[in-house]
């Protein structure tokens, strides 16, 4: 049982773990299920890095349950890879009848990743038909600075 989250339900964590395995099921609505082994679930707080976030919990595992229509906002699944997520924390029961807590996870925006698949895009474009200008290239500059 993940008692730890009972003080926390409806509220909003970040969460990060890792993928150990996933199924696609389509028993109310087709989603895909993920296993999330030893996920750290922290209370968010936008002035502090991840790291350094008040922890909430840290589990065995988390199943997430992910609607197919949402698949395209996480990154590409891949065993042991680490899957950030975040959602809010809610009671369910299992089916001996028992409560237990878990983290329904929510929209996911990839903008930082997007981010940088075009700046990547810039950059070979730039190498490969040289189309630098002095606006290009600062636009690149400051680009890879933030990133």
């Not at 030893?38 to 199943?63: G, V």
């Not at 349950?65 to 698949?71: A, G, R, S």
């Not at 891949?78 to 409560?99: H, K, P, Q, V």
Request: aromatic share 12%; glycine share 6%.
């Amino acid at each position: 049982m993940r008692t730890n989250l009972k003080p926390h339900l409806g509220t909003f964590v970040l969460c990060k773990g890792w993928i150990k395995d996933w199924k696609d099921i389509d028993e109310k609505h087709p989603q895909r299920k993920v296993l999330i082994s030893q996920p750290t679930i922290r209370k968010p707080d936008k002035d502090l890095l991840f790291e350094n976030q008040p922890i909430i919990s840290t589990e065995h595992h988390l199943n997430l349950y992910i609607n197919k229509e949402d698949l395209s906002d996480y990154p590409k699944f891949e065993l042991n890879n680490t899957l950030d997520f975040s959602g809010i924390i809610e009671g369910y029961m299992r089916s001996n009848g028992s409560i237990d807590y878990g983290v329904y996870p929510n929209k996911q925006s990839l903008l930082h990743i997007k981010l940088e698949l075009i700046n990547a895009q810039y950059g070979y474009m730039a190498d490969k038909f040289g189309v630098y200008t002095e606006h290009f290239y600062k636009f690149n500059l400051v680009s890879n600075e933030r990133l």
